[in-house]
Every structure is written in C-alpha cells, then in structure tokens.
C-alpha cells in the first residue's frame, strides 16, 4: 500500500505494561526458596506452549492495521484437545498455533470461544495430524476453589524444554479486571518470587495435581502474582459445552458508594444499613426491565447485606464486591432477588440476568474492525472507548473533554443514535480547505438528515443539496455547521484510493 503522504498522524496507539497487562517482568530474580524444579514430564504432558500473531486496527487511520506483535505463552491442556488460555493470547490474532513441550511439533489452532470479560480463551487444533501432536499428553482437570493459605505451584517451560515450577501462596482474594476494562472477577492474589522464562505472556497454576487457574499478570516489584480464580474459569467452560457461547450476565446499571453522612440523610438510610445508590440504568438492561429505578439504594442482593462501599460477606472468601453475586455465582437467565430502598421505602424486586445490551459508546472492540466514511478528506467513525484510549495512558485527561462527556454520561446523546459518529480527523485536500484544523467533533446531521452511525452518515452522503453542497451539522460548535463542495469531494475521493487508501468506508 502507498504511503499517504498527506496524512498528518494524530497520536501514536502505544501499548503499556503495568501489573493488570503484564505477565513476567524480564528484571525479575528468582528466590531459591521457591523456585524448584520438577520432573520433566510432571509439567511437559500436561501444557503446550502457544505462539499468536496479533494485528490491531489503527484508530488514527481506520482502514489499516497496526504492525503485528507476537506473543508466546503456556496454556493448560483440558479434555478434548482443548487448550485453556486468556483472551489477551487470543483477541485481534491473524494466526495462532499449539506447539508442544520440546517444541518439536506444531499444530495450528482455532479459537472456540473467548470471553475479553472475563479474559479466557478456549483453543483446539485447527486441522492437521491431531492424534499425533497430542500423543502421550495427559490433560488436566479443573480443580476446587482454594483458600487464603493455601500453597500453589506456577508452571513454566524455558527455551529448551526445561521445567520451572514456582511455589507461592495464596495471600488474598479479589475482584480485578484484568483485561477489557471496567470487567471485574474474582481473582486469587498469590505471593511468590518467579523468574524471567520463556512462554510466559500467561501460564497456568496447579494445586492438588488440578488446575487452580491462569496467571493473568505479576509484579515482580510487590511479588504479586493475579490468578484467575477456578469458579470463572467452570463457568466459562460450561458455557462453552453447547458450542453457544452467551458470556457472563450482567445486571446493567452504574452505582456510587453510600458512605458521606449527608448523602445518607438525604436518602433517608439509617446507621444499621449500607447500600449502593443508582446512578444510572442502561436501555434494555435487566434492571430496567426487573423496574429498579435511578435513585434506588440496593441494600441487599440475594439475602446478602451490601455494605456503604459496595462489599458483601462471603463464606469462602470474606470481603467481596457485589458484583460477584452477579457475574461470578451466576449465569445468563438466571434469577437474583434485590431489596432496594426508593425514597425511604422497603421494595422487592427480582431480576432476570441478560447480557449486557448494545452500547453507544462499545467499552471494547476486540476482534472488530472500526466503521468508518472517509468523503473529500474528511474522517468520521464511531466513538469507542477503544478509540480514546489510543491516547495513551493517561486518555482519560489528554482525550477531547467532549468526546470524553460521551463515555461518562451516554444518556444524554442516546436519543437517535444507535452509535455516536463524529468527525476524527481532517485530510488536507481542495475539498477540506480552511477546515484543515476541525477534528473530534460530533456529528447530528448530513444534509438534513439526523445521523444515527455510519451506514446512515453514508446514506446521507449519497445526495447532495440542489446548491451541489453537502451540509454537515455538529452538536457543538463553532463552527455549527460547515459546508462540502460535492464534485470536489467525489474527485478527491478517487485520488485518495488511487494514493493508498484501500476503501473508502466500512459500514
């Protein structure tokens, strides 16, 4: 593809390591205290390395792709020929393969199921000599829930085939998000010194001789190792069985904490009583349609006591947030009980859990191209979380502050819209002159036609006014509106597939 000289680059997407989205710090030291090795085949016939090809879409230039990373890691082999690993070793992937101990077979694979939630994956091969790329391999059963206390063993393979095995211990429990932001499960918290090793952009941890989980990030500063906890990881395989993977419920709303003293009188609540306020209740969600309300208190889910941060006491584990009643002990179609508080007023309410419906600003869009139209120069896609992010680690102060008013309040611009479109960027051509610098801003109407995402921005884009101008209005200004010749957009949009450009649209 010809470069496209003209195009001035907005912002670079840069790729972070931090404890939630690293795996094996390359500084890390080993303690010999709990580093030991293993017999060989303890650890060789039961995991297989995986090599992915990732590719990203780019969010300044939305027809084109990112350089390709390549990541390598241990997965645990399950029944089947099934290879249990995280989504981040399978989103975006243009090739993934399984690769034995020794790494003298090969076998491509395909992805059966992948939760970016949750982060797993499920694998099996994808053609070729499967009977003797599994041969004399022995796979792994799911284990039990553990406890604070407990002794874990985390597996490793070097280079040529060697087994490393960590013993740690299990320190804490919690809920984190380890992967798509925003997406929080119940996630062991495990000490232990590990050292650098191959494979190891994820690995699995062993208990008892069973699979415990899957190592999803460690901090060699603190010693910390994040081990996705065995309950997500059976629920994630049982949906997987009729080959219908639905994902984790969802009840649908966004909550604050109860804790100011004023806020509590004003909600009218007592001393003995704790709570999450309402904030918001997302369109078609499962609160909506079970009739909680903004403004309601949830005061108990399940028979389980919510306290004024949100936490609930949990026989297994102690403290843990409330969503864990709902995305970790149950699944899509399932029945919660809620005790809410409306105006001062005792109410029970049953919900029906749903996955969470289609959003105007998606939170994530792993393995999805973005939609785009680029007319005469100008760039418009649909906002994404995934598209503000790009501006690095610190998006949520450096993205546009409208843009940004979007993700925290959608309501106020749902109405419409199935996605927001706005304009991203501004190529400088004959048709673009004078608005060279007009970029991020939202998009309400093209030639008179309110615009709802990209396929109906295209449909508005195919006739132009009897002036022979396109019109386009904005939510925001200045400028409010702005004018596009339609001849010279259509002949600047011929030059730009003839310099590079390989589609003009994706709808």
Known sequence: MKFLTFIITLFAVASCCDKKSCTINKDASADDSTVVFHPPRSVQTSVVRINSTLQTWSAAQPWDKSAPKKRRALGALLSDNRVL???????????????????????????????????????????GDTQGFFKGLKPLTLGSPAKI??????????????????????????????????????????????????????????????????????????????????????????????????????????????????????????????????TRIRKNSAAEKAGIEKGDVIIQIDNKDIGRRGY??????GKLFWSHLIRGTHKVGDSINLTVLRNGDEKKITATLARPGKRLIASHTFDQAPRYLVKGGFIFQELTATYLKAFGKDWESKAPLNLLDVISSPEDYEEGRNKLVFLSATIPTPATTGYERLRNFIVNKVNGQPIADIPSLIKAFQAAGPDGLHTIEFAHGP???????????????????????????RD
């Open 479 to 505: 400028p409010k509106t702005i004018f596009l010749d339609a001849t010279a957009s259509d002949l600047v949009d011929t030059e730009l597939i003839n310099r590079g450009i390989p589609e003009l649209s």
């Open 149 to 278: 206390g407990d002794e874990v063993s985390v597996w490793q393979l070097e280079e040529n085939g060697m087994p490393l095995v960590t013993r740690a211990t299990i320190q804490g429990v919690d809920i984190v998000s380890s992967f798509a932001q925003g997406h929080y499960f119940l996630t062991y918290e495990v000490k232990g010194s590990m050292q650098s090793s191959t494979s190891s952009f994820t690995l699995p941890v062993i208990r008892n001789n069973q699979l415990l989980g899957l190592l999803t990030s460690y901090s060699a500063k603190d010693q910390i190792i994040d081990v996705m906890a065995p309950e997500i990881i059976a629920a994630f395989l049982a949906d997987t069985a009729d080959k219908k993977y639905e994902g984790f419920p969802s009840l649908g709303i966004a909550i604050s904490s109860t804790v100011d003293p004023n806020f509590r009188t004003w909600l009218k609540l007592s001393d003995d009583v704790g709570g999450l306020y309402v």
């Open 312 to 317: 609930y006491s949990d026989a297994n584990y």
């Open 85 to 127: 690993t995280t989504a981040e070793m399978a989103t975006n992937v243009t090739y993934i393969e399984l690769e034995n101990a020794d790494s003298t077979r090969r076998i491509p694979a395909k992805v059966i199921a992948i939760d970016y939630e949750a982060n797993l994956a499920l694998l099996e091969p994808d053609n």
